[in-house]
């Protein structure tokens, strides 16, 4: 990975680093979510109070030698919580394959002023929505990014393989889904790496420089341990709350609309391959048709996050 953002895109750095506090519905938003499927609408500085999947890319990323790896376990719990190893505040620096910039930064919007918009799909619990998710993208043509986590790829081998196999972007979202704010460095860098050499052994791709913090919760010291180990860290403008199900009061029209009122330039949507744990619904797949026809017919042009890098 270089460190060079694509000069293709037009438009100047927007990057916006948001170090303690989330942000409401339609801009870098969150919400807490049930056990194993999404992230929080307000992201947490410390541990959440409850816990929680183009034909894209023309071509795959180079890969790399793995780190050491671990497995994960397929049920998600309330995170637990650790001491965090207290040490003076430190100066980030952006590591190799760390986008010019983005040190320090938890990127809520593309660095675009193009009617550009990424679509970016979590995995973390269970692979309910992927087959329809995959069958809109390839219908469509549309690239997107994937994170996952490590326990994801052990627990769905086939199915991590055959998101690569589509040549979509791979991110990392740590091994076993835990509020690294709550960790120590050690812990921290136990979940990125693990996740990373998991996902390579698995899909044949390196996450980096991707990066999602399960959540959404991060502060200053976990983005520089993100940083200081070769990731960007990617949040979102729009979360499309498709995780809470109907049971939540959510459905596919919501979906739908949420990511469509929240368009902007560089807009980077988060939506979910799980199915919600409660009700059995996967209103992001049951969404996506609509909201790639709703995105192409307002001007916005999908991209996935690798298209950023030359």
Request: hydrophobic share 35%.
């Amino acid at each position: 990975m270089t460190g060079r953002w694509r000069a293709g895109l037009p438009g100047a750095i927007a990057i916006v680093a948001v170090v303690l506090a989330g942000c409401g519905a339609g801009t870098s938003a969150g919400t807490v979510t049930p056990s194993g499927t999404a992230l929080p609408t307000t992201a947490p500085t410390t541990a959440p109070s409850t816990p929680g999947a183009t034909t894209g890319r023309t071509t795959g990323r180079t890969t790399t030698a793995a780190p050491t790896s671990s497995t994960g376990t397929t049920t998600r719990t309330t995170p637990r919580t650790t001491s965090t190893t207290s040490r003076p505040p430190r100066t980030t620096t952006a590591a190799p394959g760390v986008p010019a910039g983005m040190a320090g930064a938890d990127l809520t919007v593309l660095p675009s002023s193009a009617r550009v918009v990424a679509l970016t799909f979590d995995a973390g619990a269970n692979a309910d929505g992927l087959t329809s998710i995959l069958g809109t993208l390839g219908a469509t043509g549309t690239p997107a990014t994937f994170f996952l986590t490590g326990d994801f790829v052990d627990t769905f081998p086939a199915r991590a393989r055959t998101i690569a196999a589509g040549g979509y972007t791979i991110g990392n979202h740590t091994q076993d889904h835990l509020d690294l704010t709550t960790l120590s460095d050690a812990k921290v860098d136990a979940q990125i790496t693990s996740a990373q050499a998991r996902i390579l052994a698995v899909t044949g791709q390196d996450p980096r420089p991707w990066f999602r913090f399960p959540f959404g919760a991060r502060d200053s010291r976990t983005i520089a341990d993100a940083n200081d180990r070769g990731y960007a860290c990617i949040r979102w403008t729009v979360d499309t709350l498709g995780w809470k199900g109907t049971s939540g009061g959510q459905s596919a029209a919501t979906v739908e609309s949420r990511v469509l009122d929240g368009l902007r330039p560089g807009a980077i949507v988060l939506m979910h391959i799980g199915s919600n744990p409660d009700d059995g619904t996967t209103l992001d797949a049951d969404a996506l048709p609509r909201i790639v026809a709703g995105l192409r017919s307002r001007g916005y042009t999908p991209v996935s996050l690798d298209s950023l890098l030359s």
